[in-house]
């Protein structure tokens, strides 16, 4: 079942803060996050796999609820590189883990104006 | 440098005719991925495959077919029976799926004439 990511989409200045959600019915095993610039590949920034988990590098990081069933991508001081569209990816525990493919939300389009 | 290839970067398709995507790695990945992508619609799976000479099929397999002979290739047909094949092509790979990222190509834009 596709996550449902939001906002849809989201347009900043330079130094704003930014949160992008990403949301299922079930109990997921994992959630991944990636960020695509127009053309291109999307480039995976992190993973997630335990409730309450939270992660980061710079000023980019993540967190997982308790119950494993939304995550949520913080974006800090923005800058225009960071500019894309953003896409969960989950992985449902009915899988167990396995290898068997990632199911994305629709993205979320960032724009970061000067 | 180690990464997924993906070609040919544009490929246009008649209608009625099959035509294969090449996606190969050197990272040493075990498992692959074919995702579609559709304005607006996210990455949508297409096929997988965990290991050599093995693969399943994803949620939108109908009208394409997959081919694993080798650790670093995994071809994708897009057969005449794929109503609406005009999309950008995604193939993926990970070391790890459990528990790492995955690395993808640069894409394949196919279109119909």
């Known amino acids: 079942q596709q996550p449902v990511q939001s906002p849809q989409a989201v347009i900043l200045r330079e130094g704003e803060d930014a949160v992008i959600n990403c949301s299922s019915s079930k109990a997921l095993y994992s959630v991944h996050w990636y960020r695509q610039k127009h053309g291109e590949a999307p480039v995976f920034l992190m993973i997630l796999l335990k409730g309450g988990e939270q992660k980061g590098h710079d000023k980019i990081s993540a967190s997982f609820n308790e119950k494993k069933q939304q995550s949520s991508l913080y974006l800090t001081a923005s800058q225009l590189s960071y500019s894309g569209t953003y896409f969960c990816g989950t992985e449902s525990l009915d899988s167990g883990g396995g290898a068997d493919g990632l199911t994305f939300g629709k993205g979320t389009h960032l724009i970061i104006q000067p | 440098d180690g990464g997924i290839t993906q070609s040919p970067k544009y490929l246009f398709r008649k209608e009625g005719q099959n035509v294969t995507l090449s996606c190969e790695q050197n990272?040493?990945?075990?498992?692959m991925y074919w995702y579609r992508q559709d304005p607006g619609q996210g990455l949508r799976l297409i096929y997988y495959s965990q290991i050599v000479n093995d693969f399943q099929k994803g949620d939108i397999a109908e009208g394409y077919s997959v081919s694993r002979e080798k650790k670093e290739s995994f071809p994708l047909t897009v057969t005449s029976a794929q109503k609406n094949p005009t999309a950008f092509y995604l193939c993926a790979s990970s070391i790890a799926p459990e528990s790492s990222g995955y690395t993808f190509g640069s894409g394949t834009r196919l279109t119909v004439v």
């Open positions: 990272l040493n990945h075990d498992a």
